[in-house]
């Protein structure tokens, strides 16, 4: 990555991939970032109605998976350097944990969603028409940025998931981590974009 | 029989050994030849619409007829052809061998990129078959049109999402490529002009390609779901689609053109068998052309109801980003004092770029400012500049470089005589096509347009007339490349007498690319 | 000073000019060179080339001329800009409005017009909207062009200087008709245009009798999509319209109706609430663009089309 | 840069790092409670970017990568920054 430069494909060049991952990362970050300039522009136009709009979001729903979504990266960090210790039990629960504790928050999500659409608040509703014209802008954001964000956790989990397998079957070990070092990369991703969600959904009074 | 990459053996047979094969070189070729036969059908679109403009009325088709045909000529143009083009296809087969290395960094995702072009373009293909008909939006897909149009502009905006994807991976593997594995001794500054471009143009597939991404998504969502990000009565805003639209359009503009300079960085030296006048500051005009071409899309949309802080913010930066360009030519100009000039077609076409891209260029200027800018937008003028800076710019360098490294990617030489016929023609036939379309636009002549008013008629047979000639000299340039292949003579290693790493392994070069990894103890274009 | 039909295309023009005087020069300068070089330093003629690796002070020169010039160049369109955005206190308004594929002049004093007409020597400002999707107001002669954007205003100014008739076109596109959105400018003298505009108001006013279905068949541009002669276009023909039985797509789901004079009502104000089937569902809602009296009077047009009932085609 | 040598972070100070972005979360969601009115939408995005550099720099290991990926990591934010700013020179001045 400096200019050392290097004799033949390594077969394993960690720090390419590594390298490789983080650009993949900056992708993403656009690709949500596109969404996030939606979001600043319909809220600089419709502030009272995005503060409205965000008094029917359960804080407490959020916050918890906030915290949720926050431990799920602490296990997951766990699980690396576990590893990298050579702890590989250990590594293998905690890759575990980082599951259960990302399908709690796809639960949770569920049950979010499921209770708005129940109320008809859901792209191009009658009931949801009715409002203001930003509070149809906020839930089609809040629609489309946690979708794609739980989009984002579901390739995550499956990414863990994958990783999970290799430990357990010795193909990724203390020496030869990258992989999961890079799944952890961007199952840290997740969490960092849900950061920016938390607040811009549940908390802006 | 030497061994190279073609003759040796792999895990797969047949068409199998090509589709599935993960060398750089393969993957190359794979691209070269479906964008050939993009490049051949967008051209026959192309061909036709010349056909209905020789008159005012109905000439040959109806008008949804005629808005699908330039919706899909831009369509491929731009996302199967040329924005893949010169990085997958030349990119990919020289970028390792310039900077000795074996491959590029993830020879699998390399492969997979190539699977979501194709994908993405068959996808963007059956949209002309399927649901509503023909898109008919124009490649710019502006809303709300594209959200009310029955056409079947959804399955269309998936394809190029596809594609989106593609190019995005293209350039990650690129920029970690040229990151990880160049050959030793071969510091930053001594790489080939061409690798500087491809790594300028990786950052921008980087960083650009996603916001089209999330941008066809949204649209889709708003297709299927009818959310209203973009639907005015649901409170959503028309000019921020443009927004996003040109935030991705404007910088996928310079990833089309970067690399064809960048051809032309590396063609010039050798025809004139002397060094590059300026190497560094032709290095860091690409990384300018990359950083400033982030910062001006706005200039699309100066007419669109933008504020007018906007407006002049957008022009001035789009004055500054002519600035490194003009750097570039400059230095391309001098590098050809005291040379000693081969006047083979590479080099012609090189001339040809230079000629044609500042007259597209230099209308850009026209455009970028305000009062002008009013009166040409949506005109023919715009069609001009366009096809001046894509078609002369990065086409013209396409084919110059696919004549240059033709030797190394085939091992046989082309047929020089007919080469410079088909060159002849091709830049005659294209300035009769397009240089008219400058003076309808300043006469207010709209584009898009199915029919016109008669007084118009004249400057279109004209351009309709220079389109028979290009095609002319088109098909001439492929008959020659493609007879070559089979009847050309070989060619030897280093025909030109180039001085950057691909010249010193065989031609073709073998599937691991060197016998043994060079060792680079100079800059790239060091002669005597 | 280039001649011109507005006060603003003698300075667009100049502008232009300036632009094509550096250009040229530039690109003279470039390919001259280039070609002298070519063929001064050929290999036939000059077979030993020297290696000159660059040199600081050309880079330097060729770097800050150019940006010298762009910046001219940004100053003076941007000048130019600037005055053609400053509309001046005294404009006339005219409301502009556009849609699949006509436009609708409206004046102050409530007259309307499919051709823009103006007088002459008066500077005029033109608010343009879209009723659908966008669309682009732009009359070359003038030098002038702004989109229409639907639910937005967007403005123009210009003050003609010579009387006649001059090219209206619509230069964003916007569908099957989009080349077909042409309309005429007619600059006219002042009294012959007071004439016209009293006259024209005198029809339009509130309380004369009411709105002419026919006229405004015409004029509200459903004839682009509509023939009433039983051929169809973009939409279906609404000849025999009155009383036929069809299929619709209502939710996505096909029914069978029949054409009464709730449904007629319908079509206009909610087009996409029934689609008639094989047609894309694109018809512009007239809420809110047609008052109420002028909905009667074209609920009452479709239904005389059914005098000339035939066959009619789908 | 030398492959092997991968800098092992301490149970200790994940687990420290944890507890800071919790109480972060914490202040934030009492913070929006408090009706800062223009401050509030700064204070969240401000408490939100340090919860992101917490996670940035330890559990993606950004704090003991090179130089290199840290200046790298600035360009897409920048151009986020970028994209942003001048679309709202249009949306401000509309
Ligand atoms: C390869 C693609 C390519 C390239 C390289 C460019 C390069 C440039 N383009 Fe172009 N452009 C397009 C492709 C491209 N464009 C397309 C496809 C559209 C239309 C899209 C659509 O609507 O469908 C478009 C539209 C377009 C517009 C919008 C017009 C409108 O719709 O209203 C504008 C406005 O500013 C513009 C400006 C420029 C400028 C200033 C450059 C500059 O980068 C040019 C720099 C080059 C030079 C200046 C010439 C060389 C320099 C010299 C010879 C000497 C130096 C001179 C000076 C610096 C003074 N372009
Ligand atoms: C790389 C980009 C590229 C290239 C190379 C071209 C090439 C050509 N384009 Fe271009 N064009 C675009 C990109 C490009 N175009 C884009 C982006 C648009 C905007 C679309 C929009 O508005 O949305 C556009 C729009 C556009 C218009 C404006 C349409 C309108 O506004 O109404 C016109 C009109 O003349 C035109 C003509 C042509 C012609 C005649 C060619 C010529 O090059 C074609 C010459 C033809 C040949 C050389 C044919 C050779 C092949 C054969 C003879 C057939 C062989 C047979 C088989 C394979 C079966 N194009
Ligand atoms: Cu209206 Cu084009
Ligand atoms: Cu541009």
């Known amino acids: 990555m400096n200019d050392s430069t290097q004799t033949a494909v390594q077969h394993r060049d960690y720090a390419g991939a590594k390298l490789g991952m983080w650009l993949f990362l900056f992708t993403e970050i656009l690709l949500f970032g596109g969404l996030f300039l939606v979001y600043s522009v319909y809220r600089s136009m419709y502030p009272e109605d995005f503060h409205e709009a965000a008094a029917g979001l359960s804080v407490v729903l959020g916050t918890v998976n906030t915290v949720i979504l926050l431990t799920s990266s602490l296990t997951m960090a766990l699980a690396i350097s576990a590893l990298q210790r050579g702890n590989t039990r250990q590594s293998v629960l905690l890759q575990g944990a980082t599951i259960v504790l990302g399908l709690v928050f796809l639960v949770n999500k569920y049950f979010e969603w499921s209770g708005h659409i129940h109320e008809g608040i859901f792209p191009n509703a009658p009931e949801l028409l009715a409002r203001s014209h930003g509070q149809v802008q906020f839930y089609g954001l809040y629609y489309v940025m946690t979708g794609l964000h739980g989009l984002h956790v579901v390739a995550g989990l499956a990414l863990i998931g994958i990783m999970l397998s290799l430990t357990i079957r010795q193909r990724i070990t203390r020496e030869d981590n990258g992989k999961l070092e890079n799944a952890g990369l961007y199952w840290h991703l997740v969490d960092l974009i849900w950061i920016y969600l938390f607040p811009l959904f549940y908390l802006i009074t | ?528 | 000073m280039v001649h011109g039909w507005t006060n603003l295309s003698s300075s667009v023009d100049s502008v232009f000019l300036f632009i094509m005087g550096i250009s040229l020069v530039l690109l003279v300068g470039v390919t001259g060179a280039m070609v002298y070089f070519a063929v001064r330093y050929r290999r036939s003629r000059h077979p030993r080339a020297e290696n000159i690796e660059g040199n600081l002070p050309l880079e330097i020169v060729w770097t800050v001329v150019p940006t010298l010039l762009v910046l001219a160049i940004f100053w003076v369109g941007w000048k130019s800009f600037v005055y053609m955005r400053t509309v001046p206190q005294d404009a006339m308004l005219v409301k502009v409005t556009a849609r699949m594929w006509s436009w609708h002049f409206t004046y102050e004093n409530g007259a309307t017009s499919e051709v823009l007409k103006i007088p002459v020597n008066r500077p005029v400002k033109l608010a343009i909207t879209s009723a659908d999707v966008l669309h682009s107001l732009s009359i070359p002669a003038f030098r002038v062009k702004e989109d229409a954007v639907p639910g937005r205003e967007n403005y123009l100014w210009f003050q003609p200087e010579v009387t006649g008739s001059y090219d209206l076109f619509c230069t964003e596109y916007c569908g099957m008709g989009h080349s077909a959105m042409i309309t005429k400018v007619e600059v006219m003298a002042e009294k012959d245009f007071n004439a016209w505009y009293l006259e024209a108001t005198g029809k339009s006013a509130p309380g004369k009798a009411g709105p002419d279905g026919a006229k405004l068949f015409a004029e509200k541009g459903c004839s682009a999509c509509h023939s009433i002669d039983g051929s169809p276009k973009v939409g279906p023909t609404l000849k025999g319209v009155f009383g036929h039985r069809m299929t619709v797509l209502t939710n996505g789901k096909e029914r069978e109706i029949t054409a009464d004079e709730a449904y007629l009502r319908r079509s206009l104000l909610d087009p996409a609430a029934d689609v008639v089937k094989g047609f894309p569902p694109i018809m512009p809602s007239q809420k809110g663009v047609l008052t109420d009296a002028e909905i009667d009077a074209l609920v009452e047009y479709l239904k005389t089309l059914r005098e000339h009932e035939h066959e009619r085609e789908h | 840069m030398n492959e092997q040598d991968n800098h092992i972070v301490t149970t200790k100070t994940f687990a420290a790092v944890w507890i800071a972005l919790l109480m972060l979360t914490a202040i934030t969601v009492s913070v929006a409670k408090m009706h800062l009115g223009a401050f509030s939408a700064f204070t969240a995005i401000a408490i939100a970017s340090a919860k992101a550099g917490l996670v940035l720099w330890y559990f993606m290991h950004l704090k003991y990568e090179k130089r290199l990926l840290k200046f790298l990591l600035l360009v897409p934010i920048l151009t986020l920054a970028v994209i942003i700013g001048l679309t709202f020179v249009d949306v401000w001045y509309r």
Not at chain 2, 88 to 111: T, W
Not at chain 2, 221 to 238: Q, V
Request: net charge positive; with cysteine; hydrophobic share 50%.
């Open chain 2, 1 to 528: 029989m030497e061994t190279n990459f073609y003759n040796t053996p792999g895990k797969h047979k047949g068409i199998l050994a090509w589709v599935l094969s993960t060398d750089h070189k393969r993957i190359g070729l794979l691209y070269l030849s479906c964008m050939t036969a993009f490049f051949l059908t967008g051209m026959t679109l192309g061909l036709l619409m010349r056909l209905e403009l020789i008159a005012p009325g109905r000439t040959l088709m109806a008008a949804s007829t005629y808005n699908a045909l330039f919706t899909l000529h831009g369509v491929i143009m731009i996302f199967l052809f040329i924005i893949p083009g010169i990085p997958a296809a030349l990119g990919n087969f020289m970028l390792p061998l310039q900077i000795g290395a074996q491959d590029v960094s993830f020879p699998r995702l390399n492969l997979m990129s190539w699977w979501f072009y194709i994908i993405g373009a068959a996808v963007a293909i059956t949209s002309l078959f399927t649901g509503g008909g023909a898109p008919d939006t124009g490649w710019t897909f502006y809303v709300p049109y594209s959200i009310r149009t029955g056409t079947n502009v959804s399955l269309a905006v998936f394809g190029v999402f596809l594609m989106g994807i593609s190019s995005t991976l293209t350039g990650l593997n690129f920029v970690t490529t040229i990151h990880r594995l160049r050959a030793p001794g071969m510091s930053w500054f001594r790489m080939p002009l061409f690798v500087w471009s491809i790594y300028a143009t990786g950052w921008v597939q980087l960083l650009a390609t996603p916001v089209i991404a999330i941008t066809l998504l949204m649209l889709m969502a708003e297709r299927f779901f009818g959310i209203g990000f973009f639907d005015p009565a649901k409170g959503g805003d028309p000019i921020l689609f443009e927004h996003l639209f040109w935030i991705y359009s404007h910088p996928a503009v310079y990833i089309m053109i970067l690399p064809a300079m960048g051809a032309v960085s590396e063609i010039i030296p050798v025809f004139a068998r002397r060094t590059i006048f300026g190497y560094k500051a032709i290095a860091f005009s690409s990384l300018g052309i990359a950083l400033f071409g982030y910062l001006v899309w706005g200039h699309h949309m100066f007419t669109s109801g933008m504020s007018d802080e906007a407006r002049m913010i957008f022009s001035l930066l789009t004055f500054l980003v002519a600035v490194p360009s003009g750097i570039k030519v400059f230095n391309w100009v001098a590098s050809l004092y005291k040379g000693s000039i081969r006047l083979d077609t590479p080099f012609l076409y090189i001339m040809a770029f230079i000629f044609l891209f500042s007259i597209g260029g230099l209308t850009g200027l026209v455009q970028g400012a305000l009062a002008t800018n009013v009166h040409v937008h949506g005109t023919y003028f715009i069609v001009a500049h366009f096809h001046y800076v894509m078609f002369g710019g990065t086409v013209f360098a396409f084919i110059a470089a696919l004549h240059y490294w033709f030797p190394k990617m085939s091992g046989r030489m082309y047929h020089e005589g007919r080469a410079r016929i088909a060159a002849l023609a091709l830049f005659i036939g294209f300035n009769t096509l397009y240089f008219p379309m400058f003076v309808l636009g300043w006469q207010g002549m709209p584009r898009r347009y199915y029919d016109y008013l008669p007084h118009y008629q004249p400057l279109h047979v004209v351009s309709t007339v220079g389109s028979w000639i290009l095609a002319t000299g088109i098909l001439l340039m492929l008959y020659n490349l493609f007879r070559s292949l089979r009847t050309g003579e070989k060619a030897g290693d280093n025909p030109w007498g180039g001085t950057t790493l691909e010249w010193k392994t065989s031609s073709p070069p073998p599937v691991e690319n060197f016998e043994k990894i060079p060792e680079v103890t100079t800059g790239p274009y060091h002669y005597q």
